[in-house]
């Protein structure tokens, strides 16, 4: 069974900056594009990036090109969304997922973590 949890979300100050996290087990992570999503409050889930399974490529929102960068460990199964120069827009639930394949589009993504919140305040 595929396991993905996110872990490090908080309370940040804008202007801040977070990194979290993502675990993932039950599939075979080295094949695997990993992407990043999150929900605001009463908006849609939206893509924020993704990153190949060999780190070779990865594509990111315009909201967040330059403030974010997604990286990846093979050998623990981890990946993570460092988080840089934090708006208060940024607030969200934040989500990693997985797939085979490279895209932006949430439904063509296998297995989703449980999210984790990102609170920045003004």
């Known amino acids: 069974q595929v396991h993905l949890v996110e872990s490090g979300g908080g309370l940040v100050q804008a202007g801040g900056s977070l990194r979290i996290s993502c675990a993932v087990s039950?599939?075979?992570?080295?094949?695997?594009?990993m992407g990043w999503f999150r929900q605001a409050p009463g908006k849609e889930r939206e893509f924020v990036g993704y990153i190949s399974r060999s780190s070779m490529i990865t594509n990111y929102a315009d909201s967040v090109k330059g403030r974010f960068t997604i990286s990846r460990d093979n050998a623990k199964n981890m990946v993570y969304l460092q988080m840089n120069s934090l708006k208060p827009e940024d607030t969200a639930v934040y989500y990693c997922?997985?797939?085979?394949?490279?895209?932006?589009?949430?439904?063509?993504?296998?297995?989703w973590g449980q999210g984790t919140q990102v609170t920045v305040s003004s």
């Open positions: 039950g599939r075979t992570f080295s094949t695997t594009t």
């Open positions: 997922a997985a797939r085979t394949g490279l895209g932006a589009r949430a439904s063509d993504y296998d297995n």
